[in-house]
């Protein structure tokens, strides 16, 4: 199996929102990805973010946590070849206009706080979001 990190991020906007993207076959999840070579967690969660959204002005607010869950298969289910450890960062931004850049995140949107959780699809992601949400 597979082990790679990621990392990512919780992008709340002015007006309490929170950042989800979307890949291609319309999973929708927070902003993360896989860590380049030279860089930091913290550098390649605002590369993700900004590649995913086109948000390229977020403050880091501090360090959410770190969990792990399989990769998500292209036909929607877990991908055991492949196992993610996600570092989770919170940020804020005063940038409301999404226009993604990466063809394989080609949807951004911005979603109530409460409403987050019932569009991730993934249950690891459900359940992480969930477990810091009173923390913003």
Request: without cysteine.
């Given at each position: 199996m597979k082990k790679t990190?990621?990392?990512g991020g919780v992008v709340l906007n002015t007006k309490g929102e929170i950042l989800i993207v979307a890949q291609r076959n319309n999973v929708w999840s927070l902003p993360k990805g896989h860590i380049d070579e030279g860089e930091t967690e913290l550098e390649a969660a605002v590369r993700e973010i900004y590649e995913e959204s086109g948000i390229n002005k977020v403050e880091l607010i501090k360090k959410l946590g770190v969990y792990d869950r399989y990769k998500i298969s292209k036909e929607g289910g877990d991908d055991k070849e492949e196992l993610k450890t996600i570092h989770i960062?919170?940020?804020?931004?005063k940038e409301l206009k999404l226009k993604p850049i990466d063809p394989d995140n080609p949807e951004a949107k911005w979603v109530n706080k409460d409403e987050?959780?019932?569009i991730l699809f993934h249950k690891k992601d459900k359940d992480f979001f969930e477990s810091v949400m009173s923390q913003f």
């Open positions: 990190i990621t990392a960062f919170l940020f804020t931004t987050v959780s019932k």
